[in-house]
């Protein structure tokens, strides 16, 4: 295995946006980056779970992934339309639905979130079984790939913050243009395209 393409393929998916690193940016805009790495530590445990849970569980969800992966799709699609729709009604600091920045939310979004799914589902198989087919090594790749995603999560936790008077000036515009990428992403998710 080229390590090297390994790691450039973990980075690129896990720090350019997606459904989880939009929400964090929506999160630190509106409660602060304190508050947003509550979500960021809910979806860092839920990205390693479903990484853990790939690696040993290969073999049984090879046999059932088209179903698995279209439940997933429809499920994770409706969860991000409806944070959409939460992330669009937010008004300045003075409108804070809780729902959006919290430990338990960011760990359900990552179970819902087809690119996560995708991407835990086929990064262990397509790179690290081939090569390192023991046990310990796929924990190493695991814990390697766990720590890469919290860094992509607490990056945008980061960017938020630096550009959090622009966003709260724009806050109206930054909210509609992040709820529009969220109901793409699920309808890109959602298989229906």
Not at 9 to 24: A, H, K, M, Q, R
Not at 58 to 76: D, E, R, S, W
Not at 106 to 123: E, H, S, W
Not at 126 to 147: E, K, N
Request: hydrophobic share 50%; aromatic share 16%.
């Amino acid at each position: 295995m080229n390590i090297t393409t390994f790691i450039i393929y973990c980075v690129v998916v896990t720090f350019t946006p997606g459904p989880s690193n939009i929400v964090i940016l929506s999160s630190v805009q509106h409660y602060g980056a304190k508050k947003a790495m509550h979500y960021v530590y809910g979806a860092t445990l839920a990205f390693g779970l479903l990484l853990a849970a790939s690696a040993l569980l290969n073999q049984f969800l090879a046999g059932i992934l088209p179903g698995l992966v279209k439940v997933m799709q429809i499920l994770g699609s409706g969860y991000m339309l409806y944070l959409a729709f939460q992330i669009y009604k937010m008004g300045s600091t003075d409108s804070k639905p809780v729902q959006t920045a919290t430990f338990a939310t960011g760990l359900l979004m990552q179970f819902v979130n087809p690119k996560v799914i995708l991407f835990t589902l086929t990064v262990i198989p397509s790179y690290v079984f081939p090569y390192y087919p023991s046990t310990q090594a796929s924990f190493g790749f695991v814990i390697m790939i766990t720590v890469i995603g919290f860094l992509a999560f607490t990056t945008w936790v980061v960017c938020g913050a630096v550009f959090k008077q622009f966003l709260h000036k724009h806050y109206r515009i930054v909210n509609t243009l992040m709820a529009l990428f969220l109901v793409y992403s699920a309808v890109m998710g959602s298989g229906v395209i």
